[in-house]
């Protein structure tokens, strides 16, 4: 357990890796998308199993976190991890922290219902559509509550953002006639 | 590699649609029986008296079930079941096999049912254990609702 902590301590965050990025290494919710792009492909370029002989661990490391933190949903569960030490993953701990709104429950089903009716491209791509909007504001609203400090709400928020997320995946994966399922 | 090619188990033909055989998890076969072909899926009329609705989520993963039970008012016997599952095929799974499970059982008996027998009989994997959770959670959600229906006064 203090291995664990002294660990825990001195290891850098996936922010520490990109310096130029992150000149702060804090957590952040606003990310230069086309900068963090930039500075993670130079790294790579350093780091490539091909060019470096050791660089196969750091060039895996250096993956995770970029994909960690260029995707809002798993930005958002690493921030609420590093600052609030909460693992939203975690099947057990969210369901601690968080009880899900039944309204918001009833609408992901009666979506997904709609949705699994429809035997036509466009109108899934409509459903998929206003989709992306409801993604796209809860992001905007995370930004504020992570300026204003308000982790109760990211937290809300990020699991709301689940939610979404899935059904973004299963409209992505829609092929007619094809029955559904979530994979994880 | 060899081995594994010789070995006369990995020619198996896999159970179930191309669409189980292209996930990425193997199912065990209960639940691909379960997920091809799940019992009891719709909806009734939740505003209904008899009707008893739960509708849970787990946030880490984001499936969500909505179980509904119909309950004869004097016996107290579950006479219909029907459910709604957004989710993987252990999720799917799950709340079909409680859906079968509870049909004919007094909310007594039901309210008692442990997440391990649904995981015990579908073979669920631990880093599935949460989707039998799920169905448990689901159907205390509905009997919980059925009640408060009937008996509003008792339980707030």
Redesign the interface.
């Known amino acids: 357990m203090l291995r664990y902590l002294i660990q825990r301590r001195f290891t850098s965050t996936f922010y520490e890796l990109f310096p130029k990025t992150f000149p702060q290494k804090l957590p952040i919710w606003t990310i230069d998308q086309s900068k963090l792009r930039k500075e993670y492909r130079q790294l790579q370029a350093q780091h490539h199993p091909d060019m470096a002989q050791q660089g196969s661990e750091q060039s895996s490391t250096l993956n995770q976190a970029y994909h960690t933190l260029k995707d809002p949903l798993r930005r958002s569960q690493y921030m609420l991890m590093l600052l609030r030490n909460i693992d ?8 601690n922290v ?1 009880t ?1 709104d ?1 309204q ?3 609408k ?2 009666d979506i ?2 709609e949705f699994s009716q429809m035997d036509n491209e466009d109108d899934v791509k409509n459903l998929a559509k206003e989709n992306k909007q409801r993604i796209q504001d809860i992001e905007a609203h995370l930004e504020q509550c992570y300026n204003d400090k308000d982790y109760a709400a990211a937290i809300k928020l990020t ?1 709301e953002l ?2 979404w ?3 973004a995946k ?1 409209f992505k994966d829609w092929v007619p006639g ?7 | 590699m060899f081995a594994r090619l010789a070995n006369p188990a990995h020619y198996k033909p896999l159970t179930g649609s191309s669409i189980i055989r292209a996930t990425k998890r193997l199912y065990h076969p209960k639940v691909i029986d379960h997920y091809t072909n799940p019992r009891n899926v719709g909806s009734m009329d939740k505003s209904l008296a008899n009707v008893g609705t739960g509708i849970v989520g787990a946030p880490a993963c984001g499936d969500v079930i909505k179980l509904q039970i119909q309950v004869n008012d004097k016996s107290g016997i579950i006479e219909n079941v029907k459910f709604k599952t957004f989710g993987c095929g252990s999720a799917i799974a799950s709340s079909s096999y409680m859906t079968e499970l509870v049909r004919g059982m007094s909310l007594d008996e039901a309210i008692k049912i442990k997440n391990t027998e649904i995981a015990k009989e579908l073979s669920l994997p631990p880093v599935k254990l949460h989707c039998s959770m799920l169905a448990e959670d689901a159907i205390k959600a509905a009997i919980k609702d059925y009640k408060t229906k009937r008996n509003p006064s008792v339980l707030r």
Do not use: G, R
Request: zero cysteines.
């Open positions: 939203l993953t975690q099947e057990q701990t969210s369901n968080t899900s039944p918001l429950l009833l992901v089903l997904h219902d699991v689940k939610y997320y899935n059904l299963a094809k029955p559904l399922e979530l994979n994880h």
